[in-house]
């Protein structure tokens, strides 16, 4: 296998979690919800994947054990900030500090625990072919998935009608609500569908990217996913780009290190965020106004008037 | 970020109550998870080894998952307050909040691991895990083909860096040409970003991977690449039973039970403890997957240290520049050059970050 090969595989694999729990919220945030909570549905669907898979010895059930944990913490998400209108910010922050506690109580009975990891794609031929071959044919479902999803939320978004009334929604509750369409189901369905997305890329964590469960392992990806979405503008393709972008400066600042490039790492760790304010400050120069990108509704409570 | 966990709310909340007897009250403070398998595991072991030598006289509390922050203070002096009389803090980022506290507390006593600032009702203690490094590196050497270790660093401590140094002594002894790959990652626990850092050292070249961060990532990454690897903190070998070598075990149990014994008697007071493989504060997991010829080399590397007939820092040492390094301590450096380690040495072909 050749250097130039597994960085890239790497970088798949580095970023598939970041787009599966991205593009998740990307839809929320698209609907006029702020869901802060994405780290803490991750981690819930990280313990519950795995807790999922070692008890039942199946990859496909844990990582459907992940995804209803993720909606399960996106219901409790909705029936605050929909049902009842509570702060958007202030719930999401708790549910992240919430889903960090319950998860190292949930998943304390199987640290150390060993599962079969998820396995990968093998197709004879294509999958032998050189250089393209595992790279296009050898991964595992997860980031299969990713692809699929950021596409159907594409397709979902720009080319159906329930896709252009959720955008409606996010842009301007008020008016949507006029027309008659259900502002708070719709909200509640996008929210539950985030959830769905975080604990799935939770669960890519504990099943696939390190296959065990530790307290804490998402490590701060389910905020680079919020990043990210603020990142791409709010669109699924430069969704896809910012996610492998980051992924990619992930890597090669880890390589360039191995390789004694004598670059700074403290610097090199940075380099993600910092391409996040540059990519911000570019927009808004080029849109001329500043924030316009973000969908108007975004993180306002939504009362209907009776 | 406030990260406190429901365990540890619940433990503190049954541990607030008042006690039947006058029980002895010991605090800890863990920077990580106790479910880390690594670092705060092992201080909890730790605990649990006071609670089973002097359960009918103790009663102890955790708080998991503290931040090295302002948080650190908080949580200490929350300690304090409910009756705590000893209190352990954990990490090195817990040393000024810990002087703080502990002045304001003259009649608790406080220790605090791997830091340098002591009171009168303060103590110190860590462990010499350059000696365990020192052997790690003689098996490392031994194993590799390539003639290339990989190295995953947390921070550039001093700590890290003089492991990072034993780690080479130790190798150039049986191979005057090693090279070691160093990367950081920047962080004590991040699981993914550790994983993938030992994956990028393996996929450079590297064919023995060892690391100074706090999760068994770095030893399941290996075990999927077939590639040997060592433990850190505690024993990772369900991990990579056919994976690890031998691993640095952080055996704090002795200490704490002896230390709260002290308390018990009255006879505690401020000292400065550094102990390893000799009084067995660092302790080598069994030495596994190695060819017997290797596994003796170790086991007697191990004796000698243990005896102190070797030193894993005896003079001359040579910096990377080429000068000898200054010999205070004799025949070796004093354990002020241990402990304040920022440089490397010669063989290492990388530079010591923000120097």
Partial sequence: MGLLEAIVLSVIAASTPLLLAASGELLVERAGVLNLGVEGMMIMGAACGFAGAYLTDSTLLGTLAGILAGMLMAAVFAALTLGLAVNQVATGLALTIFGLGLSGLIGAGFVGQKITPAPQLFIPVLTDLPVIGRILFGQDAFVYASIVLVAGIWWFLYATRPGLVLRATGDNHGSAHALGYPVLRLRALAVLFGGACAGLAGAYLSLAYTPFFIAGMTAGRGWIALALVVFASWRPGRLVAGAYLFGAVTILQLHAQGAGLGIPPQLMSSLPYLATIIVLVIISRVRGTAGSAAPASLGLAFVPDR | ?355
């Fill in chain 2, 1 to 355: 970020m406030r990260k406190f966990t429901l365990a540890a709310a619940l433990l503190l909340a049954l541990g607030t109550q008042a006690p039947a007897q006058e029980k002895l009250k010991v605090g800890y403070i863990y920077v990580g998870p106790i479910g880390d398998f690594g670092w705060s595991y092992q201080h909890n072991l730790g605990r649990e080894a006071v609670v089973k030598a002097l359960g009918d006289k103790v009663e102890t509390t955790y708080l998991e998952n503290v931040s090295e922050g302002p948080d650190a203070e908080r949580s200490i002096e929350q300690l304090a307050r409910s009756g705590h009389k000893l209190i352990f803090t954990t990490s090195f980022g817990f040393m000024d909040a810990t002087v703080k506290v502990a002045k304001k507390y003259p009649n608790l006593f406080f220790e605090h691991a791997t830091g340098y600032k002591r009171e009168k009702n303060l103590a110190t203690y860590s462990g010499r895990f350059y000696e365990g490094r020192y052997i790690q590196g003689v098996i490392a050497a031994k194993m590799s083909k390539s003639g290339v270790m990989g190295y995953i660093g947390s921070v550039p401590i001093p700590e890290v860096i003089s492991g990072i140094n034993a780690t080479m002594l130790g190798a150039q002894t049986i191979n005057p040409n090693i090279k070691v790959k160093i990367i950081w990652v920047g962080e004590w626990f991040n699981p993914g970003k550790e994983a993938d850092a030992a994956k990028a050292l393996i996929d450079q070249g590297a064919d023995v991977i060892m690391q100074h961060t706090d999760s068994a990532a770095a030893v399941e990454t290996a075990a999927k690449r077939g590639i040997p690897a060592f433990g850190q903190d505690s024993d990772m070998i369900k991990f990579g039973p056919k994976t690890q070598l031998t691993a640095i075990i952080d055996n704090w149990g002795p200490y704490y039970v002896d230390r709260t014994k002290l308390v018990l008697d009255g006879k505690w007071t401020s000292t400065d403890t550094w102990g390893g493989l000799k009084s067995k504060m660092v302790v080598m997991a069994p030495y596994t997957n190695m060819p017997a010829d290797v596994k003796k080399l170790a086991e007697d590397t191990e004796a000698a240290i243990a005896a102190g007939t070797l030193h894993p820092f005896k003079c001359p040492v040579v910096a990377q520049d080429g000068k000898t390094v200054e010999c205070k301590g004799g025949a070796n450096l004093d354990d002020g050059q241990i402990l304040g380690m920022n440089f490397y040495v010669k063989g290492v072909d990388d530079k010591v970050p923000g120097k």
